[in-house]
């Protein structure tokens, strides 16, 4: 444990920030946001180790709403457990449409989180009438899906991923085994062929993780997504694809190529640090077991204690107020940003108790976020099939797996919207990989 962290002076120039090199931009979007005089300058190095310390601090000087500076951008950061389901339960008065923002016009080209604010025509950004129509078929066709089925496709994946390196006794969790199988996964689910899948996945990876090959990439998923389209319309099957073109709400090529690619980005990231942020619980904490015997018992309760203190997405830059309004005591304008601190609302102490009482069975953490826009139906039920297999293949497979590293040499990654590691560096002793062992077949049941 760190201590707390001072919380940062609104008034202090921050070196790295884009209004610190030009002061005219940050005083122009503070105008009229009393309540943000003494605001707190949230920015992704602030993030460290100890999230709650640095939470627990925000609580005391500002209460359950705190007035932030994100990246020099006015906001409000929803701590507060009841605040927050508050804010998720009103669709009407707190919208998903960044074009909602005030402060639109005043962004800088460069601002840190910009990817995160930029309005595109996928459900992720509708809101009312029209994201029912959208989110609601997107959980027709996902209910479709055979939880048997989706089980050995995770078997499958996973095994294929611990092949890669159980030979050679040592390898990093996180980008050899965690960030590999959600978006194989799910993207099997679409109904595309086995030779279109490792070249989508790798452009997907290219996209998501903001590299240089992202821009080139792009088209080539959004071509390979319109290929699939046109394939699913001449042969359906039973998969997402299919159901989505069959389906009542009579989406379009291009909402369903849009929504495709947000089912992807939604879970691939969130899934792969479910199942990285679990396996660095269970290998740190004494209370769980890295091994077979004793680790299967106690996946389903590491899972759901990562959702209440280590959620994959603890922050999100998602909602904005539709007209002006009173939330906590505090004036919100028409078009405010509030970024709903998932991780926040988890760890306050109005629900800490009942946290305590039985974080193993408890489920009323907010890390699927919650209400019309939070995660649909029934994905959190499919991403924990993915995260679950996931632990347990490697338990089955690697029952011998030790850190190579003291646990509080591991690093999160600097950002306020993944709770991701840099790396889970571990060792075991080498194994064959399945694909070689005369006693198992590649899809058979295990
Ligand atoms: C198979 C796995 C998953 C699928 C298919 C999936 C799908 C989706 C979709 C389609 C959305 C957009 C919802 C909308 O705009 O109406 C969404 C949002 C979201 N999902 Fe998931 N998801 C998956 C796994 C997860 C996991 C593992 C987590 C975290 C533990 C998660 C947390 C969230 C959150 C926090 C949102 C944003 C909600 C908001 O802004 O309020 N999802 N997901």
């Known amino acids: 444990m760190t201590n707390s962290p001072p919380l940062p002076d609104s008034t202090a120039p921050s070196a790295a920030s884009p209004a610190s090199r030009n002061p005219e931009r940050r005083r122009e979007p503070l105008e009229g946001y009393a309540d943000h005089a003494d605001a707190v300058r949230l920015h992704a190095s602030l993030i460290d180790d100890d999230p709650a310390a640095m939470f627990q601090e925000m609580r005391r000087k500002h209460g359950p709403l705190v007035p932030i500076l994100l990246d020099d951008m006015p906001a409000w950061f929803v701590i507060g457990y009841r605040e927050l389901h508050h804010v998720t339960s009103q669709p009407q008065l707190f919208g998903r449409d960044p074009r909602r923002w005030n402060m639109r016009d005043h962004l800088p080209p ?32 996902l209910d479709t899906v055979d939880r048997t089925e989706l089980t050995l496709i995770c078997e499958q994946v996973a095994d294929l991923a611990i092949d890669e390196f159980s030979g050679d006794g040592q390898t990093d ?124 018992s106690s996946v389903g309760e590491a899972l759901n204690e990562v959702l209440w203190k280590d959620p994959p997405s603890p922050n999100l830059p998602s909602r904005w107020a539709v007209q002006d309004c009173e939330l906590a005591g505090r004036r919100i304008r028409r078009g405010d940003l509030l970024v709903l601190g998932v ?104």
């Open 173 to 296: 969790l996180i980008s050899q085994y965690a960030y590999r199988i959600p978006a194989q996964v799910v993207t099997r689910l679409f109904g595309l062929s086995e030779t279109d899948l490792p070249h989508l996945v790798k452009d997907v990876n290219h996209v998501l993780g903001g590299s240089e090959e992202a821009a080139s990439a792009l088209p080539r998923v959004l071509g390979r997504m319109g290929r699939l389209i046109t394939d699913k319309r001449a042969r359906p099957g039973h998969d997402i694809t299919s159901h989505l073109l069959a389906h009542a709400a009579r989406l379009t090529d291009e909402e369903i190529v849009q929504d495709l690619i947000v089912l992807m980005i939604a879970s691939h990231d969130s899934s792969a640090n479910w199942i990285g942020n679990t396996l660095r619980l269970m290998l740190v904490d004494d209370h769980f077991s890295m091994n077979l015997q004793g680790g299967r």
């Open 110 to 141: 460069d601002w840190p989180s910009l990817p995160y604010v930029t309005w595109q025509p996928s459900v992720m950004y509708s809101e009312g009438v029209e994201h029912q129509r959208r989110s609601g078929a997107i959980s027709d066709a």
């Open 343 to 446: 991780a926040a609302a988890n760890a306050d102490p109005q629900v800490q108790p009942a946290a305590h009482a039985g974080s193993g069975a408890n489920r009323a953490h907010m890390s699927f976020s919650h209400g019309e826009y939070g995660c649909p139906f029934p994905a959190p039920e499919l991403g924990e099939i993915i995260a679950k297999t996931a632990v347990e293949v490697l338990l089955d497979r690697l029952p011998d797996v030790y850190l190579t590293v003291k646990p509080d040499a591991l690093r999160w990654r600097p950002s306020l919207w993944v709770r991701s590691l840099e790396a889970l560096p571990v060792r075991f002793s080498p194994t064959v990989p399945v694909g070689q062992s005369p006693s198992n077949t590649w899809g058979a049941p295990r």
